[in-house]
T-cell receptor
Framework: KAGVTQTPRYLIKTRGQQVTLSCSPISGHRSVSWYQQTPGQGLQFLFE???????NKGNFPGRFSGRQFSNSRSEMNVSTLELGDSALYLCASSFGGFANTGELFFGEGSRLTVL | QQQVKQSPQSLIVQKGGISIINCAYENTAFDYFPWYQQFPGKGPALLIA?????SEKKEGRFTISFNKSAKQFSLHIMDSQPGDSATYFC????????????FGGGTRVLVKP
């Protein structure tokens, strides 16, 4: 069974540009969550999508957005990049549903460097 | 506001020793407490998890102890092995928030052979 796949794995952008990251969840998983990981702030929740609807949102500015497609694949977009957006962006999938499980399956992440 | 505080930031243990990582939370609405293990270059992976109605849960060499009144929980790694060298994160979530996990700051564990 294939795991969570994130693309691209590495990318370099300059300030002011925008970036789109992609995530393919484990087959059968309907929930996709995104997290930002930095040395200073650790792992921070960005948002969660379930059945193409944003179900939860973290405390990030509106420059951070996401969406989910009917096949559960998800993308996140960061516009007007800032130096502080340099981070490892992790996607996690789960079956979803109303029960709280916390059992997330993470991808290896997309490492974004903003110059 | 850091809702889950984790300590220590790093620890070194000899092979065969016990690694202990502690976490404290503030939000009493949290009802699910997982621990994740992360190796360099990889995403975090679920190690073990506990709910507040249980005071202890053991899976192999890994044990979670939970103290609801103190709002604290800890991870014990028994008979630590070099392959356990990784960063460990505690986390917490509440039922209505689905898969929104609040993570602790992480503990880098190094097991010396």
């Amino acid at each position: 069974k294939a795991g969570v796949t994130q693309t691209p794995r590495y990318l370099i952008k300059t300030r002011g540009q925008q970036v789109t990251l992609s995530c393919s969840p484990i087959s059968g998983h309907r929930s996709v969550s995104w997290y930002q990981q930095t040395p200073g702030q650790g792992l921070q929740f960005l948002f969660e999508y379930f059945s193409e609807t944003q179900r939860n949102k973290g405390n990030f500015p509106g420059r951070f957005s996401g969406r989910q497609f009917s096949n559960s694949r998800s993308e996140m977009n960061v516009s007007t990049l800032e130096l502080g957006d340099s981070a490892l962006y992790l996607c996690a999938s789960s079956f979803g549903g109303f029960a709280n499980t916390g059992e997330l399956f993470f991808g290896e992440g997309s490492r974004l460097t903003v110059l | 506001q850091q809702q889950v505080k984790q300590s220590p930031q790093s620890l070194i243990v000899q092979k065969g020793g016990i690694s202990i990582i502690n976490c404290a939370y503030e939000n009493t609405a949290f009802d699910y407490f997982p621990w994740y293990q992360q190796f360099p270059g990889k995403g975090p992976a679920l190690l073990i998890a506990i709910r507040p109605d249980v005071s202890e849960k053991k899976e192999g060499r890994f044990t979670i102890s939970f103290n609801k009144s103190a709002k604290q929980f800890s991870l014990h790694i028994m008979d630590s092995q070099p392959g356990d060298s990784a960063t460990y994160f505690c986390a917490a979530s509440k039922g209505a928030a689905g898969n929104k996990l609040t993570f602790g700051g992480g503990t880098r564990v190094l097991v010396k052979p």
